[in-house]
């Protein structure tokens, strides 16, 4: 049977809240050794996934001014000037550059403090893409490629958070053995989709790759094409290789 997200998901999720701030977000991914975490509400629903990605563009956002810094501006002085003169230069351009944030936090309606003030809620990306535990692990890993996300918060059916879901949550799937499985091409697979047919079936199987083999007898052939599409829906399929034939006159056998 497929797996699904709540059997690989992690329950002992760190997380965030809205006004958590930027330095303790740091600290939390680097304390975890994770790259993101979700962010919520006081009723643990998520609002929000805050990244490295998101922060570092913050931080980019902060030094991406080509205003002269006061190293450049000092560098700029004429030769021979006294170094009290640079303090000074130093210490007026200082002042500017705190008037200036105070005026932009102003008008941002933020508080005017010494560092630009960052929290969770506003480093995080919204709205948050999510996952219920029920998911095919599958149909999870379509939606983390259609969105471009390296994690899906896993939540119940009250948008609460339960887990996390990481690719390589998700790719614990294709550690499954060849001989796993096998077993289950062969002994659920191939029974419920082609009835007496199959067992004239055999099922070979090389890292991940499924080949199925043989003759299919003239009016027990099931249901091929949904007997290849179910064996592809196996966890840890990567491929179906179709060998099997069917009597002349039965139709053509579907391909891989």
């Known amino acids: 049977m497929a797996r699904i997200v709540g059997e690989v998901m992690t329950r002992d999720v760190v997380e965030a809240h809205r ?32 990244s490295q990605t998101d922060l570092l563009r913050r931080r980019a956002g902060r030094t991406g001014t080509t205003a002269p810094t006061p190293a450049r501006r000092l560098r700029m002085l004429p030769s021979g000037r006294p170094a009290r003169w640079a303090g000074s230069v130093r210490a007026a351009w200082t002042a500017r550059a705190a008037r200036a944030l105070r005026s932009s936090a102003r008008a941002a309606g933020r508080p005017a403090t010494g560092a630009y003030p960052a929290t969770a809620g506003e480093l995080m990306s919204t709205p948050a893409v999510t996952v219920h535990p029920e998911q095919r692990i599958a149909d999870a890993a379509r939606v983390m490629e259609r969105h471009g996300v390296d994690r899906l918060p896993v939540v119940d059916e009250e948008d609460r958070l339960i887990g996390i879901a990481t690719r390589s949550d998700l790719l614990r799937v294709f550690l499954r053995t060849d001989d796993a499985i096998r077993r289950e091409v062969r002994g659920e697979v191939l029974p419920r989709t082609l009835g007496p047919s199959a067992a004239g079936v055999s099922v070979s199987v090389a890292d991940g790759m499924v080949t199925l083999r043989g003759s299919l007898e003239h009016g027990h052939g099931g249901d091929l094409a949904l007997a290849i599409r179910l064996t592809y829906r196996v966890d840890g399929v990567i491929g179906v290789v179709n060998r099997l034939t069917v009597p002349a006159g039965s139709g053509p056998v579907p391909g891989p």
């Not at 979700?38 to 609002?47: G, Q, T």
């Open 19 to 50: 006004e958590t701030s930027f330095k303790d977000v740091v600290r939390l991914l680097d304390r975890h050794r994770v790259s993101g975490l979700p962010v919520v509400d006081e009723d643990d629903k998520v609002i929000g996934v805050i």
